[in-house]
């Protein structure tokens, strides 16, 4: 079965960073499109990046677009996001999602989440 763990998240001062990292565990013969998604408190599900298989492409909402950068390190099955100056509306609980599908999308049609990570930004 497949497992999707995320870690890293905390609390930061605002135009700090923070790295996420997702581990993606259970076949070790596959790869998965990820994507990072985040929800904060009474607000929707957003979609905030995703990267292919092999990272040939990668995806941004506008509001993190020259902020934060999502990688990946297939050799330890782990998907980075790495969040650049830090803004208080991005505090929310972070989830990473893995899919079967070739295409990189913010849509939340991910069959695989994790539990979800909190992120805080404040002063």
């Known amino acids: 079965q497949l497992q999707v763990v995320e870690s890293g998240g905390g609390l930061v001062q605002p135009g700090g960073s923070l790295r996420l990292s997702c581990i993606v565990s259970?076949?070790?013969?596959?790869?998965?499109?990820i994507g990072w998604f985040r929800q904060a408190p009474g607000k929707e599900r957003e979609g905030v990046s995703c990267?292919?298989?092999?990272?040939?492409?990668?995806n941004y909402a506008d509001s993190v677009k020259g902020r934060f950068t999502i990688s990946r390190d297939n050799a330890k099955r782990t998907v980075y996001l790495q969040m650049n100056s830090l803004k208080p509306e991005d505090t929310a609980v972070y989830y990473c999602?893995?899919?079967?599908?070739?295409?990189?999308?913010?849509?939340?049609?991910?069959?695989?989440w994790g539990q979800g990570t909190q992120v805080t930004v404040s002063s």
């Open positions: 259970g076949r070790s013969s596959d790869y998965y499109t």
């Open positions: 999602a893995a899919s079967t599908r070739l295409l990189c999308t913010l849509s939340q049609d991910y069959e695989h």
């Open positions: 990267i292919t298989r092999f990272g040939r492409s990668t």
